[in-house]
C-alpha cells in the first residue's frame, strides 16, 4: 500500500528566510503528486502538482516542489516566506486500485509557523 | 461560480443516534470525494464517485459508514449508530474528471462531534 511521509509536523521560521517541507512516499509505480495548503478557517487548496515532464514544478504564492523519483521525495520549497504563508500543508499522492479506481493518500500534514 | 458546500457547518449527536452529511459539488464536475480529518491527524480518504458510481468503497471505515451519489450532484454520507471516535471533520471535495490527475475543490468541511 502507498503511503506518504511528511517528516516534519511542525516547521518555525523567520519571515523572508527560505523553507523546504519534506515530503516522501512508497511507490514502486507512477504516481501523481500533490501539495495542498489549508490557510487557518479556510479549506484546502491546491498549491501545485506534478503529473509527468518536468521535475520541478511551480505553484502558487512562489511555491516549488522538485519530484525525485529515486528518492521518492517531492519536497517543498520556497525561497523566502511571508507572515501569510503560515498554514499547514499537506502532501499528497495518488494510489491506483486493481478495481479501477484509486484513493487519494494524504501526509498527516506540516504547519508552517512563519515568525515577524 | 460556487464552490462545493456542505451542510450542516457543525452536528452535535448522542452516540448511538445515525447523522447525514450531505455535500453539493461544484456545478458539472463528475467526480466527488470524502474525506475524514480527525484532530491532529492528516486527511483519511473514505470514498469518491465517479458519476453515480463508487469504483472502490474500501476506504469506509466499517460497515456502520455509506455514501450515496445521485443524479451526478449531491451525495450524502451516512453514519450509522456513531459512536464517539467518528468526531471529526468531514471534508468533501469534487473535481472535474476522475482520473486522479485532476486538481481536487474542497469544501468547508461538517464539524461532527459525538457525545
Known amino acids: 500500500a502507498q503511503s506518504v511521509t511528511q517528516l516534519d509536523s511542525q516547521v518555525p521560521v523567520f519571515e523572508e528566510a527560505p523553507v523546504e517541507l519534506r515530503c516522501n512516499y512508497s511507490s514502486s509505480v507512477s504516481v501523481y503528486l500533490f501539495w495542498y495548503v489549508q490557510y487557518p478557517n479556510q479549506g484546502l487548496q491546491l498549491l501545485l502538482k506534478y503529473l509527468s515532464g518536468s521535475t520541478l514544478v511551480k505553484g502558487i504564492n512562489g511555491f516549488e516542489a522538485e519530484f525525485n523519483k529515486s528518492q521518492t521525495s517531492f519536497h517543498l520549497r520556497k525561497p523566502s516566506v511571508h507572515i501569510s504563508d503560515t498554514a499547514e500543508y499537506f502532501c499528497?499522492?495518488?494510489?491506483?486500485?486493481?478495481?479501477?479506481?484509486?484513493?487519494?493518500?494524504f501526509g498527516a500534514g506540516t504547519r508552517l509557523f512563519v515568525k515577524a | 461560480g460556487a464552490g462545493v458546500s456542505q451542510s450542516p457547518s457543525n452536528k452535535v449527536t448522542e452516540k448511538g443516534k445515525d447523522v447525514e452529511l450531505r455535500c453539493d459539488p461544484i456545478s458539472g464536475h463528475t467526480a466527488l470525494y470524502w474525506y475524514r480529518q480527525s484532530l491532529g491527524q492528516g486527511l483519511e480518504f473514505l470514498i469518491y464517485?465517479?458519476?453515480?458510481?463508487?469504483?472502490?468503497k474500501s476506504g469506509l471505515p466499517s460497515d456502520r459508514f455509506s455514501a450515496e451519489r445521485t443524479g451526478g450532484s449531491v451525495s450524502t454520507l451516512t453514519i450509522q449508530r456513531t459512536q464517539q471516535e467518528d468526531s471529526a471533520v468531514y471534508l468533501c471535495a469534487s473535481s472535474f474528471g476522475g482520473t486522479g490527475a485532476e486538481t481536487q475543490y474542497f469544501g468547508p468541511g461538517t464539524r461532527l462531534l459525538v457525545l
Open positions: 499528497a499522492v495518488i494510489s491506483f486500485g486493481n478495481t479501477g479506481g484509486f484513493k487519494t493518500i
Open positions: 464517485f465517479q458519476g453515480n458510481s463508487a469504483p472502490d
